[in-house]
């Protein structure tokens, strides 16, 4: 919940573009999970990291623990790429919290 | 890739009933989790189980609700009774290892009238 800070809540993008989504996390976390919810109302696990940056496609991600973030970077934005993001964060052992969400929106 | 399925997708009942929600983890899974989500809001965590305890609640799990995954069958969330604040749509998530990455089923959406 509040441990977690997602931004932005909403986005809007045109196809082909790209941008960054963030979280900023209030206490040291150990790992981050990125996921995207479908139109069906699916998580859909995009990224999982304990450090550094991972890449799939048109999708990047990065985690600082230290610094307490991460972020999520879409590129080349797709219509098929529209819903709502989500970070989720785990400090020591504890179970993930989640962001409150972006909501991504890619037009033509 | 490793599915959560969560039975059923939508089940509505009477404030004051009992419900269970039931959860098929993925196989090798030892570690699971319930999450709840109120329409319009954000994924709050509930319940963490392994090894057949809870290993940490939050808050929001009421003494109504209890958790268990009887000898490897379904890991199950029940509500007993309950109350029109627990409409929502809930989420099972399993795990291999206390910090692997979790694997979420999509939900059963639960209606109390």
């Known amino acids: 919940g509040d441990q977690v800070e997602q931004s932005p809540s909403a986005l809007s993008l045109h196809e082909g573009t790209g941008s960054a989504l963030r979280c900023n996390f209030t206490?040291?976390?150990?790992?981050v999970q990125w996921f995207r919810k479908n139109s069906r109302g699916s998580l859909i696990n995009l990224f999982y990291l304990a450090s550094g940056t991972k890449e799939n496609g048109r999708l990047k991600s990065a985690f600082d623990s230290k610094e307490r973030y991460s972020t999520l970077h879409i590129r080349d934005a797709q219509l098929e790429d529209s819903g709502t993001y989500f970070c989720a964060a785990r400090n020591n052992n504890n179970a993930p919290r989640f962001g409150a969400g972006t909501k991504l929106s890619v037009k033509p | 890739g490793p599915k959560v399925l969560q039975i059923p997708s939508h089940q509505i009942i009477d404030m004051g009933q009992m419900v269970t929600l039931n959860c098929d983890p993925v196989s090798n899974h030892l570690y699971f989790y319930w999450y709840k989500q109120i329409l319009g809001q954000q994924m709050e965590f509930l319940v963490n189980f392994y090894n057949g305890k809870v290993m940490e609640k939050s808050k929001l799990f009421k003494d109504q609700f209890s958790v268990e995954r009887p000898d490897g069958s379904y890991f199950t969330l029940k509500i007993q009774p309950t109350a029109l604040e627990d409409s929502a749509v809930y989420f099972c998530a399993s795990s291999w290892g206390q910090n692997e990455r979790l694997f979420f089923g999509h939900g059963t959406k639960l209606s109390v009238l």
């Open positions: 206490t040291t976390m150990r790992a």
